[in-house]
């Protein structure tokens, strides 16, 4: 049996999403959701279960729970990762901070607490996917083809990022951030505004996901949080991306 190639111009129709969750309930809760609004949802029960199907179909988004009854999830994200880039939602039970972070920096592309609402869950599964390419935007601005910040080179086309010479392994949400900050080069982004432009507009007030987000570039780019070349934290307001061969 043959799985026809999926087509980005089928906004959300289509979209085949693969959950990883021994909670049988909230993945036919959730897949009972998704159904109408266009989604093919299928769900596995285990982390080996998991890795096989992300293996064995191409998917447009997975969704990842970190308690697992073999493998946790996050060695499923390492084995989904040795293999594809297709963006990755883990769903955190504990709510912990570490879970989020550890999740971020093996390439989980965003994370949902499983207190999520089915309106959160859908914004943040459209956010990744219009990331990825696969829903497009209303109003998309005009795109520059590449964006150069020092030794740092981004490519909007291919979504690709050079530091020198050397290739940066990027997950769609630390691309976006990344070129977000590219663009303003030498002027502060709050949050709340990088919140806006990588996720779209649907985000929580207190949410800290930014700040992990750029720990994990800070570590990509050799960047020190205490004497930082690239990304400087304004304190009380966001973040300022700066050549760190000019003089400031």
């Not at 129709?13 to 036919?28: A, K, N, P, Y």
């Not at 795109?143 to 490519?155: D, F, K, Q, T, Y």
Request: glycine share 6%; charged share 30%.
């Amino acid at each position: 049996m043959s799985t026809p190639a999926a087509s980005k111009s089928s906004e959300s129709h289509g979209i085949r999403i693969l959950l990883i969750d021994d909670d049988v309930e909230l993945c036919e809760l959730t897949a009972e959701y998704l159904r109408p609004l266009g989604f093919q949802v299928e769900s596995v029960h285990t982390g080996h279960a998991g890795v096989e199907r992300a293996s064995l179909d191409p998917w447009h988004a997975i969704l990842l729970d970190v308690m697992l009854p073999d493998l946790d999830g996050f060695e499923v994200l390492r084995k989904i990762r040795a293999q594809s880039k297709v963006p990755v939602l883990m769903l955190t039970g504990r709510g912990e901070e570490i879970d989020r972070v550890v999740g971020l920096e093996l390439g989980a592309d965003d994370y949902l607490p499983k207190t999520f609402s089915s309106r959160e869950l859908l914004a943040r599964l459209r956010a990744v996917l219009r990331r990825s390419g696969w829903v497009s935007e209303d109003a998309k601005a005009p795109a520059l083809h590449e964006v150069i910040v020092g030794p740092l080179r981004m490519s909007v086309e291919t979504r690709s990022a050079l530091l020198g010479e050397t290739p940066l392994t990027l997950t769609a949400t630390e691309f976006d951030l990344l070129l977000a900050l590219a663009r303003a080069k030498g002027r502060v982004k709050s949050r709340d505004q990088l919140l806006e432009e990588v996720r779209g507009h649907e985000w929580e007030a207190f949410d800290r996901s930014i700040d992990m987000h750029v720990s994990v570039l800070r570590k990509k780019l050799g960047d020190d949080p205490k004497e930082p070349r690239f990304i400087r934290t304004v304190r009380s307001i966001g973040y300022m991306l700066v050549d760190p061969n000019a003089r400031v």
